[in-house]
């Protein structure tokens, strides 16, 4: 069950200039064609508003979210696991200046830590997602305070980062999950509205993406098509709504 998240951010959906349009400081490859060409969209990304400053509660249980109450004209596209380590998915990132959010595992995304150094090297946000991906639910403080508590300390050690947010795996936890992460510094429980895999779906029975909605992208080495190309259809489906991508760890 998603409880309802108490936030508030401000802003308006107005956009601030653009990502990847040609002689932008995000398109720093010299190529003369720009960004957002070269990855197939049809338009650049507005780059969204800054948002106020978040006001998560400083102390308590962290609320659970799967959207964010705001009127910006945003959405967040979140990622689990850490499985699938393409060097072209740090290309689209880096180029499109794309504001995403890795949810780790530490046992999936450990051997490959370098990857995830250059993604943080380009923006993106690193948080947390278990040491090694067990089921919270009705598992005892201790075995879910060791899973939250290991990763921050593992993803602190690797990149000096602390997260504030934390996904359950398979979205499944207990009252005990929001204590123990709690303990673990973490501020927010960040679960999804829609998923992406082949094709967009929802968790409710919407058909469109709406502001605030968090994008969960599931990355596994067996999915086909490629997080890279979902990652584009995905944006295509964005900007196909009048939306653009908002960084989560700026919003929470
Ligand atoms: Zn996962």
């Known amino acids: 069950m998603v409880l309802a998240a108490l936030l508030l951010t401000a802003g308006c959906a107005s956009t601030q200039g653009v990502r990847g349009a040609p002689g932008s400081a995000s398109d720093r490859t010299g190529s003369a064609v720009p960004a957002y060409v070269r990855w197939?969209?049809?338009a650049p990304l507005p780059s969204p508003p800054k948002p106020s400053r978040p006001t998560l509660p400083a102390r308590g249980l962290p609320p659970v979210v799967d959207r964010v109450p705001?009127?910006?004209?945003?959405?967040?596209?979140?990622?689990?696991d850490g499985a699938e380590k393409d060097p072209r998915f740090v290309d689209l990132v880096r180029e499109l200046r794309l504001p995403v959010t890795m949810f780790l595992t530490d046992s999936v995304a450990g051997p490959g830590y370098g990857h995830f150094a250059r993604l943080r090297a380009v923006g993106a946000g690193l948080q947390n997602h278990t040491l090694d991906h067990a089921a919270l639910r009705g598992l005892p403080y201790a075995g879910q305070r060791a899973e939250i508590c290991g990763q921050q300390r593992k993803l602190h050690?690797?990149?000096?980062?602390r997260p504030h947010l934390f996904r359950p795996p398979y979205g499944t936890y207990d009252a005990t999950t929001l204590r123990a992460a709690a303990d673990c510094?973490?501020?927010?429980?960040v679960l999804w509205r829609a998923t992406m895999t082949t094709d967009l779906s929802f968790t409710t029975g919407?058909?469109?993406l709406r502001p605030g909605d968090v994008i969960a992208v599931p990355a596994t080495e067996t999915l086909s098509p490629t997080l890279k190309e979902r990652t584009v259809r995905l944006l295509r489906r964005i900007q196909e709504q009048g939306l653009t991508v908002g960084k989560l760890d700026d919003y929470l």
Do not use: E, M, P, Q
């Open 157 to 161: 050690t690797r990149f000096g980062v």
């Open 40 to 42: 197939g969209l049809a």
């Open 70 to 80: 705001t009127r910006d004209k945003v959405v967040f596209l979140t990622y689990d």
């Open 206 to 208: 919407t058909r469109s």
């Open 185 to 189: 510094g973490i501020r927010a429980v």
